[in-house]
């Protein structure tokens, strides 16, 4: 199953290095505490990709943009680099 999942290339390789690193990660915090499987995955997203919790966000309220608008909100989305 390796070759067909295009381990050939840098970017098969990357992603083939995040999904074990979230795998990894899943397992660590599934060892422990009661929670669910969809509430460690929630956790082991905001530890291992912040981005993809930013964007997921981001994407919430550009959703909602008009329904803010109408309750008298304006937002702004920037990005600071430091």
């Given at each position: 199953?390796l ?6 290339t ?34 082991a ?6 981005a ?10 550009q959703r ?7 309750h ?5 989305l920037?990005?600071c680099?430091?």
């Amino acid at each position: 199953g390796l070759n067909q999942f295009a381990l050939h290339t840098a970017q098969g390789l990357d992603r083939w290095v995040l999904l074990v690193c979230a795998a990894f990660t899943l397992t660590v915090l599934c060892s422990g505490g009661g929670k669910t499987l969809e509430e460690d995955a929630r956790l082991a997203a905001q530890i291992a990709l912040p981005a993809l919790v930013v964007v997921r966000l981001m994407i919430e309220v550009q959703r909602h943009e008009e329904l803010l608008r109408q309750h008298g909100y304006s937002v702004h989305l920037s990005r600071c680099k430091i």
